[in-house]
């Protein structure tokens, strides 16, 4: 349940292919922060310090080799209605509480049992959160504030016929739709020309929309100033006499926690290759995922997870010890002190942009066809996951997808 020595390798040639997928991950993971913060409905700096607190606690402590942590689209979605509920002030609150239900679940041994949920109902769910993931990003791709309410499918109804009445800013689609080509063009033009550099096409595609705009100075909004300062104190906001009201949000966010970090870290080991008696901990993920949560949102940040996208990155960087996420944290604790004015100017539709992109590479719609293509049984269970998780939330997705898995096993044993 401890870290221990036998988790990293300090010999010189792992920790130079450690430091190398540590900084191709913080660059990936940056956009990623500051979108995901905005889209909450915190701030740029609160993903950041999500991903940079709450990225070093996880890689330190949790069970996967991995693993990299922070904000993720998920914890968003669930975060969205608490805030539009009890704003920006009850995050602290909650973040310690899910923390602690979090560590609960680990000293209980739970880690098991939620690594047994079905995998036609983790396919269900993914799709859920990319679709979820792309109507978030509607108002910063229309460049208005987004609709009022807490159901992301009457939000984003509202947002588009808000855009429509106002009036379609152009200058601000032209962003996002350039950031879309250039992330997904620039990879190909790297097999084609064969440049052997690995920059992440999410870095490429937000450095190009910058550039352009101030070029051509267009008139588009930006992500806004970001503290040259991480993990100030938020632990005053907490308040015991808040639990009544917040225990069952506190209970969602560290029950997403726990599914998406285990979920995660299942994929990256088999994305990794890793031999059975190496797989990663389950019970110590929590651990690690509990305290990352917890310390994350007193300091300033917001509840984490492990995060899929960036997970695989790593994986795809040839990681060999959990130091490349720990690598992946300092980067991004480097940026936010030394290269925030820089940062600041990034313009909020290129974030729209990635994040859209974000979210077709996670619903990878290749691998949904050939999923749809299995049994019935399996495919009426990922699409009634996915549709639950857009229509109602996500926990609801997963509740909804489980059911329905052992009564069509209970009917077929019938």
């Known amino acids: 349940m401890f870290p221990s020595r036998a988790d990293y390798r300090l010999d010189r040639k792992s920790l130079s292919v450690d430091l190398v997928a540590g900084v191709t991950v913080a660059v990936v993971a940056l956009p990623l922060?500051?979108?995901?913060?905005?889209?909450?409905?915190?701030?740029?700096?609160?993903?950041?310090?999500?991903?940079?607190?709450?990225?070093?606690?996880?890689?330190?402590?949790?069970?996967?080799?991995?693993?990299?942590?922070?904000?993720?689209?998920?914890?968003?979605?669930?975060?969205?209605?608490?805030?539009?509920?009890?704003?920006?002030?009850?995050?602290?609150?909650?973040?310690?509480?899910?923390?602690?239900?979090?560590?609960?679940?680990?000293?209980?041994?739970?880690?098991?049992?939620?690594?047994?949920?079905?995998?036609?109902?983790?396919?269900?769910?993914?799709?859920?959160?990319?679709?979820?993931?792309?109507?978030?990003?509607?108002?910063?791709?229309?460049?208005?504030?987004?609709?009022?309410?807490?159901?992301?499918?009457?939000?984003?109804?509202?947002?588009?016929?808000?855009?429509?009445?106002?009036?379609?800013?152009?200058?601000?689609?032209?962003?996002?739709?350039?950031?879309?080509?250039?992330?997904?063009?620039?990879?190909?033009?790297?097999?084609?020309?064969?440049i052997k550099v690995h920059i992440p096409a999410s870095f490429i595609a937000i450095v190009v929309s910058l550039i352009v705009v101030k070029t051509f100075s267009l008139s588009v909004n930006t992500i806004g100033d970001i503290p040259r300062s991480v993990g100030t104190w938020h632990g005053r906001d907490i308040s015991l006499g808040d639990i009544g009201h917040l225990a069952w949000p506190a209970f969602l966010i560290a029950l997403l926690c726990a599914i998406e970090s285990l979920l995660s870290a299942r994929v990256a080991d088999g994305l990794a290759h890793v031999p059975k008696h190496e797989h990663y901990s389950p019970n110590r993920e929590l651990l690690g995922q509990g305290i990352a949560t917890a310390v994350s949102s007193v300091f300033g940040g917001m509840p984490a997870t492990g995060a899929i996208a960036r997970t695989s990155v790593n994986v795809r960087a040839h990681a060999k010890t959990r130091l490349a996420a720990v690598f992946h944290a300092f980067v991004l604790l480097f940026i936010a002190l030394v290269a925030a004015p820089w940062v600041s100017q990034i313009p909020a539709a290129a974030i729209a942009g990635v994040l859209l992109g974000t979210s077709y590479r996670i619903l990878n719609p290749t691998s949904l066809k050939e999923s749809l293509r299995t049994t019935k049984s399996e495919a009426s269970i990922l699409l009634v996951t996915a549709i639950a998780t857009v229509a109602i939330d996500l926990i609801w997705g997963i509740g909804i997808g489980i059911v329905l898995y052992f009564l069509i096993k209970r009917i077929q044993r019938n």
């Open 33 to 194: 922060a500051l979108g995901f913060g905005i889209t909450s409905g915190m701030s740029a700096a609160a993903g950041l310090t999500t991903a940079i607190i709450a990225g070093f606690l996880a890689a330190i402590l949790g069970g996967s080799n991995f693993q990299v942590s922070g904000p993720t689209g998920a914890m968003t979605v669930v975060l969205i209605p608490i805030i539009h509920k009890d704003g920006i002030t009850a995050i602290p609150f909650l973040g310690v509480i899910a923390g602690l239900m979090v560590l609960a679940m680990a000293l209980l041994r739970l880690g098991s049992v939620i690594n047994r949920v079905p995998w036609a109902v983790v396919e269900g769910f993914t799709v859920g959160i990319a679709c979820v993931i792309a109507l978030q990003q509607l108002p910063l791709a229309f460049g208005i504030q987004k609709a009022k309410g807490d159901r992301s499918l009457i939000v984003a109804w509202g947002t588009v016929r808000n855009a429509l009445n106002a009036g379609i800013h152009w200058q601000t689609v032209f962003v996002v739709l350039l950031t879309l080509v250039v992330k997904f063009g620039y990879p190909r033009i790297v097999r084609i020309v064969g």
